[in-house]
Every structure is written in structure tokens, then in C-alpha cells.
């Protein structure tokens, strides 16, 4: 089997404006939580979310910046630094592919278009709100930017497409339809529309005057997730194709498990059949043993029925290996990037097996006691030296799962 490493890493965050930063954030404990002082936020029940550390406008080129959406400006930002990251090649454009996902696309742009039509008539239409709105727009961005040739592609599976997109990218390259893609997820939707849905919904912490405090994973006080947006992208390419070009390798992307729940479209399964169907088969087709797992980066969203069901499909799969495992929940600092979530929790894992630290997950002050796991809580915990393999969970409205097995190098 072809085996796929990753070469390169950009990211912007509500943590950090690049991967680095959004890194050392992470180990730091760092919450990327803050009120949100717009007038559109002034009477909604839920005024906090977790807003990217850096403004794209203040990034990009005025013009360029103007023809996207604010997903498109963030995953052109991440695919910028990850292809800077891998040494910028000179590559055959003919086997350079995409794969950019986005659980919602461009929100912001069709909101406002909707405004501008309502207040000032068709005629004030923007020709760009089309392209600028369109869910595949942030990767044939990234794609025109690249000049990429073997495939420009956009997976949609709320909360779970960036992970997703890592393993269709995958694909790409195991079945020599590409050498190298670049893969990731990108989502912006702090926006009136938005949070009032999902408090609509109760899926939203409502701990409007504690921001820090809102997302907590597995605490027995969790009360749901915290909004965030940005984008993470990663280079994959073939081991073989690294080593020609002497290219860095800092993680080996192993394999993918899919499922999906059928059981609701907005509720998570509650015993978590699914999400252990998918972390069965990732285990399986990473050719590797439920020993092999040392570290799992949780989906953790910190709403009350998630987090449990991920923590008994994961009991349920690796039994009483799991006391071996450590986890951490990322979402505790950048909040829910929705389809970019993924993307930047795999980011993680692939740091977390290079450098051999575990982020902590803050806020977990008391645990649940239906939460049965190692969590890893009070600062960063170093994992010993040797092949490590981690687990990379995500799961989405619709009842998608998908993990990932990703290998240090």
C-alpha cells in the first residue's frame, strides 16, 4: 500500500494566525473565546463565539480579498502557508490536486447578499455573489492559486468534512490519480443566522458572561459547543514523492474509517454505534492493532450527548486498551470550526506525534463520571519516543463519522 505523508502545514485560527502560533497556543491552553461586540450580536441569546485570531483583510490583497467569501479567504491564507511550508515545489501541475471541504460554504456572502437585494433592489446584486457563495469556492480558489490539474474537490459533511478531505485526498494519491493535494477544511459563520439556530437548537453554551469557560469537554458542567471559524490545511503526497524531493515528513496519514448513523439528523447516536464503526474500521485499514492507538484527538464538541457517546463508542472499540490512551479535546480552546474542525485537529494530531506533546484540554474542572478515559488536562503530556499512532475523530449533523489514523515518521 502506497504510503502518504504529510509535508506541509498552514493553518489560521481563533488561536493563531498560522500553524505555529495556533500550536503554541494549543500547548499553552490558550481559548480563543471572546464576546462579540457587533450590533448584529446585541439581542441574540448566545453573544460569544471564537473568532480567528487574525483578520484575512489584514492578510490578503485588497482586490483578491474582495472577490471571496471570508471561508475562501481563510483556506487561501492556510494553503499559502502549508505550500510555503513544504518547500514550495516546482510539480507536475497535471498530479497536484484540492480537496477543500466546508460544512456550510459561503454563509457570510449570501446573508449579506440577501440584505443588499432586499434594501436596494437586483440591480445591486453583486456578478460575484455566485462564485463568492458557492460551498466549492475555497478550493477552486486554492486550486487556480496552485495550478492544480489532477482534481478540485469539495466534500460536505458538516462537522465532519475537513477530516473527511483529508482522507478523500488520501485517496487521491493511493489510487495514482495525484502525487500530492493539498487537503483541509476552511468554515466562517459568526453570524446573527447562524448562532441563533444553533442556540435555537440548545447546541450552543450559553456562558455569555465567562467566554473562556464556555467549551469544556467532558465536564459535568458542559452545556455545549462555542462557534468558531478559520481553516487548516495539509500537504499529503506519497512517501516516495517526499523523498525525491527531499521533503520533510512529519506524519504518515494511515488510514480513514466512514460510517454513518441513520438515527437522526441533528442528534448524535447515544450509544455511539456509528462513531465506533468508523473508529473500527480506520484501526483496521490502518493495518494496525487497537494496542497500536496511543492518543486520541476527540471530536469533543462539549454539548451533554455528544461527548458521552464518543466516549462509549470508544470504550466499546478498544475495551480495556483504551486505559492506554490519552485524549485531548481541541475544541476546549478553538471552539467549533464546524467543516474546517477536522482539518485542524488533524493538523494537531500530526504535531502532537512529531513533537511528541499532547495539548491539554482546559476548562475540564470536574469531570464527568460517565467519562471513563485518560483526558489529558493539566498542561501538555509528553508521549514516549517509538512508532506512535493516533486517532483523529470527527463527526457531523446527518450521522457522518470519520476518523483517521495518522503514524509518526
Known amino acids: 500500500m502506497t504510503s502518504i505523508v504529510v509535508t506541509g502545514l498552514g493553518a489560521i485560527t481563533p488561536i493563531g494566525g498560522d500553524a505555529a502560533a495556533t500550536w503554541a497556543a494549543m500547548l ?11 450590533t448584529w450580536a446585541a439581542d441574540l441569546p448566545v453573544r460569544i463565539a471564537a473568532p480567528a485570531a487574525v483578520d484575512p483583510s489584514d492578510v490578503l490583497d485588497r482586490v ?78 486554492v486550486g487556480i492559486e496552485l495550478g492544480a490539474r489532477a482534481g478540485v474537490h469539495t466534500p460536505v459533511s458538516a462537522c465532519a468534512s475537513g477530516t473527511e478531505a483529508i482522507a478523500y485526498g488520501t485517496d487521491m494519491i493511493r489510487t495514482g490519480r495525484a502525487d500530492i493535494v493539498l487537503a483541509g477544511g476552511t468554515e466562517a459563520a459568526i453570524h446573527a443566522l447562524p448562532l441563533a439556530a444553533f442556540a435555537a437548537m440548545k447546541a450552543l453554551s450559553s456562558r455569555n458572561d465567562d467566554p473562556s469557560a464556555a467549551s469544556r469537554p467532558w465536564d459535568v458542567d458542559r452545556d455545549g459547543f462555542l462557534l468558531g471559524e478559520g481553516a487548516a490545511i495539509l500537504v499529503l503526497e506519497s512517501a516516495e514523492h517526499a523523498a525525491g524531493r527531499g521533503a520533510t515528513a512529519y506524519a504518515e496519514i494511515l488510514g480513514a474509517g466512514m460510517s454513518s448513523d441513520a438515527h437522526h439528523i441533528a442528534q448524535p447516536d447515544p450509544v455511539g454505534t456509528g462513531a465506533a464503526t468508523a473508529m473500527r474500521l480506520a484501526v483496521e485499514n490502518a493495518g494496525l492493532g487497537l494496542g497500536d492507538i496511543a492518543h486520541v484527538n476527540a ?23 483504551a486505559d492506554d490512551m490519552c485524549l485531548t479535546g481541541s475544541k476546549s480552546m478553538i471552539g467549533h470550526l464546524l467543516g474546517a474542525a477536522g482539518a485542524v485537529e488533524a493538523l494537531a494530531v500530526v504535531l502532537t506525534l512529531h513533537e511528541r506533546l499532547v495539548p491539554p484540554t482546559i476548562n475540564v474542572d470536574n469531570l464527568d463520571p460517565a467519562i471513563d478515559l485518560d483526558i489529558v488536562t493539566d498542561g501538555p503530556r509528553k508521549l514516549p519516543g517509538g512508532d506512535l499512532a493516533a486517532l483523529n475523530n470527527s463527526f457531523g449533523f446527518g450521522g457522518h463519522n470519520i476518523a483517521l489514523v495518522i503514524r509518526s515518521t
Not at 499553552?28 to 457587533?38: D, I, R
Not at 483578491?64 to 483556506?75: K, N, V
Request: hydrophobic letters at 40%.
Open 64 to 141: 483578491e480579498a474582495r472577490r471571496m467569501d471570508r471561508c475562501g479567504q481563510f483556506a487561501l491564507i492556510a494553503a499559502r502557508e502549508a505550500w510555503a511550508h513544504t518547500g514550495s515545489p516546482d510539480v507536475d501541475k497535471t498530479r497536484l490536486g484540492v480537496v477543500v471541504a466546508s460544512g456550510i460554504g459561503g454563509l457570510i456572502t449570501t446573508l449579506s447578499a440577501y440584505d443588499t437585494l432586499r434594501d436596494k433592489g437586483p440591480r445591486r446584486v453583486s456578478p460575484l455573489a455566485i462564485p463568492m457563495l458557492m460551498p466549492n469556492s475555497a478550493a477552486g480558489y
Open 28 to 38: 499553552a491552553g490558550t481559548s480563543g473565546a471572546a464576546v462579540l461586540n457587533e
Open 299 to 321: 471530536h469533543a464538541t462539549s454539548t451533554p450527548l455528544g461527548d458521552i457517546g464518543e466516549a462509549q463508542a470508544i470504550r466499546t472499540v478498544f475495551g480495556s486498551t
